[in-house]
């Protein structure tokens, strides 16, 4: 069972267009992670965000953290080819007692195709 | 290479048929994670190891399913008496810390082993 739901799960663009991804859970996290999987490849990290309402910037892709703790976004400037992939969110979770060990519960993921 | 490394990379099997999977953490590496990644969907949780120990294996679907990382380093996933619903990459991951560490520790995935079950 997905505890986070994606959207869109696909997206088809043109290159230069923007985008944004949407990461939405009834549950809180105490960390949020994005992920960049190819076909063939494991995922692999572009940023984790860890307090609410927090917004990290990596070159055209911006991060959001909700304010609650439940829910993020990932916005895409000027989109390009070489963006292409399978962008997957995924939250941790601090267990009882305050201890974690980094659990991941990842969302179904959006497959982003970018058109030259 | 310093990443993690899974083999193999691809598995076809017949059914009913047992199979094991490698997985080859970064060096030094404390915990150690397996998901299960079907076509078009995100990974989900099998099992963690921390070092040798087997913390939580909740997310192994039935009893035909095992993990072991006897030596804290190398581990084997195995299922036995495969199914077609195993169909599936299996994706290895390691990470620094281990319990009482940060939820936000990265961690590093494999490039998974493509299992299909015929």
Redesign the interface.
């Known amino acids: 069972t997905?505890l986070?739901e994606?959207s869109p799960q696909f997206l088809s663009i043109q290159e230069g267009e923007n985008l944004t991804v949407y990461c939405n859970s009834s549950s809180v996290f105490?960390?949020l992670?994005w992920y960049r999987q190819e076909p063939?490849?494991?995922?692999?990290?572009l940023v984790?965000v860890?307090t609410g309402g927090e917004v990290k910037k990596l070159k055209r892709l911006t991060f959001q953290f909700g304010d609650a703790r439940k829910d993020s976004s990932l916005h895409i400037t000027a989109a390009q080819p070489g963006d292409t992939g399978l962008y997957?969110c995924?939250g941790?979770?601090?267990l009882t007692g305050g201890?974690?060990?980094?659990?991941?519960?990842?969302?179904?993921?959006t497959?982003l195709t970018v058109h030259p | 290479g310093a990443g993690?490394s899974q083999s193999p990379r691809y598995k076809v099997a017949k059914r009913g048929q047992d199979v094991a999977l490698r997985c080859d953490p970064i060096s030094g590496h404390v915990?150690l994670?397996w998901?299960q990644q079907a076509l078009?969907?995100?990974?989900?949780?099998l099992t963690?190891f921390?070092n040798e120990a087997q913390?939580?294996k909740s997310g192994l679907p039935s009893d035909r399913f095992f993990a072991e990382r006897p030596e804290g380093s190398v581990s084997t996933l195995k299922i036995q008496r495969t199914q077609q619903e195993d169909s599936a990459v299996y994706?290895c991951?390691s990470?620094l810390?281990?319990?009482?560490?940060?939820?936000?520790?990265?961690?590093?995935?494999?490039?998974?082993t493509r299992l299909s079950i015929l």
Do not use: C, M, W
């Open positions: 997905q986070l994606q105490s960390s992670q063939g490849e494991g995922p692999v990290l984790t860890v997957l995924a941790g979770r601090t201890t974690s060990y980094g659990k991941l519960t990842f969302g179904q993921g497959i | 993690v915990s994670f998901y078009g969907q995100g990974p989900e949780f963690y921390q913390l939580d994706l991951a990470s810390g281990g319990i009482g560490g940060r939820s936000n520790q990265p961690q590093h995935f494999g490039d998974g």
